[in-house]
């Protein structure tokens, strides 16, 4: 997780969303709103607060920095794939829905993910796992039910917000890659 990101690694996003003609703009306005959302829920979840997100995102760079090895699990894990990974000597930071091939999350970071990791995703988050959180363009709906089912839990997740836009958001990372994989490696 270093600060100093790659510019080739954030310039590989333009590509991408020219390829399939998605618009910048989409992108930009979920991360916004994806970071006005997390504000909003701040009082009822202080770790959620501009503060509260940069102490997490913190503490995961110490845990990440600290480990003997990351090892990161890619979205389309197999359960086979998952209990190899959770063997090794390591950390798992788990790419969105792989998280739920990962039986034993003892070893689990943090889930890196865009908001379509359905029942694994929710169920990691119930569990007070570090969410690395982003928002494109076809998911403002998912992360503003997702935020609001999430402030109910006991224990709601740690949040360090992410976008992939070429210009700065304030209270988001731009940390390169464009899926959920591309994102846990880069990050």
């Known amino acids: 997780m270093h600060e100093a990101v790659?510019?080739?690694?954030?310039?590989?996003?333009?590509?991408?969303?020219?390829?399939?003609?998605?618009?910048?703009?989409?992108?930009?306005?979920?991360?916004?709103?994806?970071?006005?959302?997390?504000s909003e829920f701040a009082a009822a979840v202080p770790s959620w607060s501009e503060a509260g997100r940069r102490a997490s995102s913190d503490a995961l760079r110490a845990k990440l920095s600290s480990a003997e090895r990351v090892i990161v699990l890619?979205?389309?894990?197999?359960?086979?794939?998952?209990l190899r990974a959770a063997q090794q000597e390591g950390v798992i930071v788990a790419a969105d829905g792989s998280v739920g091939a990962l039986k034993m999350r003892n070893r689990l970071a943090c889930v890196v993910s865009d908001f379509d990791g359905g029942?694994?995703?929710?169920?990691?988050?119930?569990?007070?796992?570090?969410?690395?959180?982003?928002g494109h363009g076809d998911n403002v709906q998912r992360s503003t039910l997702a935020l609001?089912?999430?402030?109910?839990?006991?224990?709601?997740?740690?949040?360090?917000l992410t976008h992939q836009t070429p210009t700065p958001c304030h209270g988001a990372h731009n940390f390169g890659g464009?899926?959920?994989?591309?994102?846990?490696?880069?990050f």
């Open 6 to 38: 790659d510019q080739r690694l954030v310039d590989i996003q333009d590509e991408v969303r020219d390829a399939f003609g998605w618009a910048l703009d989409e992108d930009r306005v979920a991360a916004e709103t994806l970071v006005q959302r997390t």
């Open 74 to 82: 890619g979205a389309a894990a197999t359960e086979e794939e998952a």
């Open 119 to 134: 029942v694994h995703l929710h169920s990691a988050a119930e569990e007070g796992v570090p969410i690395v959180a982003h």
């Open 148 to 160: 609001s089912e999430w402030s109910q839990f006991d224990t709601p997740p740690s949040l360090i």
């Open 178 to 186: 464009f899926t959920d994989g591309d994102r846990a490696v880069c």
